[in-house]
């Protein structure tokens, strides 16, 4: 019946090793490794695509000293030969380039996502009832963005900057190195001043974006309330809402418009002015023979002064992306390093269920062992059920019910006692192997954009037409089904959204029937539906648990009086327990709950 499973290699990320979450540029180094051969071509060949930028104002330089000196023509033959070439080598470098960055960048994207997608499934079910759905997509889709913009922005205006910087003050300290000191002071004080210029804009437009969500957020509110600001004619004031608003982003986008001019022709003007000096201040040295300095010396060192400044301020500009960038590191880090995982790994794998489950004196409790404010949901519960037996859960909410049912699905593991399968402690069980035995109709149906045959056989392999339309028979589905356009193949839409409660339901029963399970679960799978739907789903249920056993929650206990036995749960406990009738000839909690429900 069992074999033991061999432990699997795990091919995903190695997010244990591979991540720390305090250090993400050594986690973005440790993700990068593998990539090393390619990352080294791409940067060489970056450096040699980008080089015109740094060796225009030196071959300009020998141009003009050609012209101003009356060097041979040949010279100038050369360099415009050799600008050229580079020039033209341009289109296949950075054709190689940017498929090796492209590929580094998003195969590194790819793999965060698969490897955050892979320890969502590992997570334990208490760590998804503690974690927001939306936070964890956040995280999969903007976090994982947010490395990839990072990286690609660093790659290309950062590596722009950088080659250019150390190109440039290559060439004046190979041509000119009375200049490299001055370069080296005057450069960075320069983008720095144009960086602080900067900072000023960037607050008003923080301010400015925030007024605009103000917006956004006042216009969403007036459109959700129409109806009934329509019912009691307050168009007049919802309107008057929304052009207040209107008029604050009016004047905040002028009073930025104003701050943009200003600071911009501040900035251009700091920045050329500091150009101008620079071009003066060499051709004064040039003009008296201070330093050996020719006119097209003079030219370089201008023209170097505007790029070197330029490429200072961009590596200065990237702190805010390398910020958020290391901050998605961060947070992917957080769910990649999250110790609260289903354990399977080495455990006992199922290759069939008869259907026997054991409860001997479970107890569950939420929270940390030892902490004051742990809640003990489930307390010392012992049942029995055996294959063809229905056992059903009744009590007041918080009484412990759903808790019992994520004990047997195994989405929690008992704090003290043990379940048994067929006589085996699940402690002891690959949970996966057993869940293949297992259905869950669940209160809320829930369907996925797709067809109804998809939805229907979710998970399952050559099943074939056949036994997709006699699953939705018996679960009293066909006949709406055939009555759609496209039969099983109508797309349900998100979430099943052109189906009605009952409809849904019925498919989620198809789903359940097609997998002929061992153990089937129903948690309240009529409660929220009308008498008509609630007829048709009782009597397809009734196919369902033929032979199997299964455990119910119900909210109306009407549909659970013919249930083999009926567990009363009160707070954590087992109140009491039998058949419907011996349940009321006590004339106990059962007796009480079923004379409130008439």
């Known amino acids: ?122 997570l334990s079910i208490g760590y998804h009832s503690r974690t927001s759905a939306s936070v964890l997509q956040a995280k999969v889709i903007r976090d994982a963005e947010a490395v990839e913009q990072m990286l690609m922005q660093c790659a290309d205006l950062g590596l722009a900057a950088v080659v250019t910087l150390v190109g440039g003050l290559v060439v004046i300290g190979l041509r000119v190195p009375s200049f490299l000191p001055v370069f080296l002071i005057v450069v960075p004080a320069a983008g720095l001043l144009v960086m602080r210029l900067r900072g000023r804009l960037r607050d008003q437009n923080e301010l400015f974006r925030r007024r605009v969500e103000q917006l956004s957020s006042r216009v969403g509110e007036m459109t959700s309330l129409i109806p009934i600001t329509r019912a009691h004619g307050l168009e007049h004031a919802a309107l008057g809402r929304v052009n207040a608003t209107l008029d604050e982003v009016r004047s905040e986008g002028i009073r930025l418009d104003l701050l943009n001019g200003r600071f911009g022709s501040l900035a251009w003007i700091v920045l050329n002015t500091l150009g101008l000096l620079c071009l003066t201040g060499s051709a004064l040295v040039a003009y008296h023979g201070w330093l050996p300095v020719t006119a097209g010396d003079v030219v370089m060192l201008s023209g170097f002064f505007t790029i070197l400044t330029g490429s200072v301020t961009t590596l200065l500009s990237l702190a805010p992306v390398l910020s958020k960038g290391l901050e998605s590191v961060r947070s992917i880090g957080e769910v990649l390093q999250e110790p609260d995982l289903e354990r399977n790994t080495g455990k006992e794998q199922i290759s069939s269920v008869e259907g026997r489950i054991d409860f001997e004196n479970v107890s569950f409790a939420y929270g940390e062992p030892g902490a004051a404010d742990r809640e003990v949901a489930v307390d010392r519960v012992s049942l029995s059920a055996r294959r063809g037996e229905t056992v059903a859960l009744v009590g007041a909410s918080g009484a412990g019910k759903s808790t019992v049912l994520n004990l047997l699905i195994g989405f929690i593991r008992p704090t003290s006692g043990r379940i048994l399968l067929d006589g085996t402690d699940m402690a002891r069980l690959d949970l996966r192997s057993y869940r293949r035995f297992v259905s869950v109709v669940p209160q809320e149906s829930i369907l996925f954009e797709g067809t109804i045959e998809e939805n229907v056989t979710y998970g399952l392999r050559d099943v074939g037409k056949d036994a997709v339309r006699q699953a939705l028979q018996d679960a009293n589905a066909l006949e709406f089904v055939d009555s759609l356009p496209h039969g099983v193949d109508t797309v349900v839409g998100e979430r099943g959204a052109r189906l009605s409660g009952g409809q849904k339901q019925r498919l989620a029963i198809a789903r359940a029937l097609v997998r002929d399970p061992r153990v089937l679960v129903l948690d309240e799978a009529t409660s929220a539906l009308d008498n008509h739907s609630e007829a048709l789903i009782q009597q397809a249920l009734s196919r369902l648990v033929r032979g199997r056993t299964v455990f119910v929650v119900a909210h109306r206990l009407s549909t659970i009086q013919d249930a083999d036995r009926i567990v009363v749960m009160d707070h954590g406990r087992i109140a009491e327990m039998g058949t419907h009738d011996e349940l009321i000839d006590r004339g106990g909690l059962y007796a009480r709950m079923h004379t409130a429900k008439r």
């Not at 091919?11 to 591979?18: F, Q, T």
């Not at 791409?42 to 060097?71: C, G, Q």
């Not at 341009?90 to 793999?111: A, E």
Request: aromatic letters at 4%; a positive charge.
């Open 1 to 122: 019946m069992r074999q033991k499973q061999p432990t699997p290699r795990v091919a995903s990320l190695p997010a244990d090793h591979v991540y720390s979450g305090q250090n993400p540029v050594r986690t973005l180094g440790r993700l990068l490794s593998p990539e090393l051969p390619r990352l080294t071509v791409a940067v060489v060949t970056f450096v040699a695509k980008h080089s015109p930028i740094w060796l225009l104002p030196l071959i300009t330089a020998v141009i003009l000293d050609v012209v101003v000196e009356h060097r041979p023509v040949s010279e100038l033959w050369t360099a415009t030969a050799v600008l050229l070439a580079i020039l033209l080598l341009n289109f296949p470098l950075h054709l190689v380039y940017v498929r090796c960055m492209g590929t580094i960048v998003r195969g590194l994207g790819t793999m965060l996502r698969s490897a955050l997608c892979a320890r969502m499934q590992q």
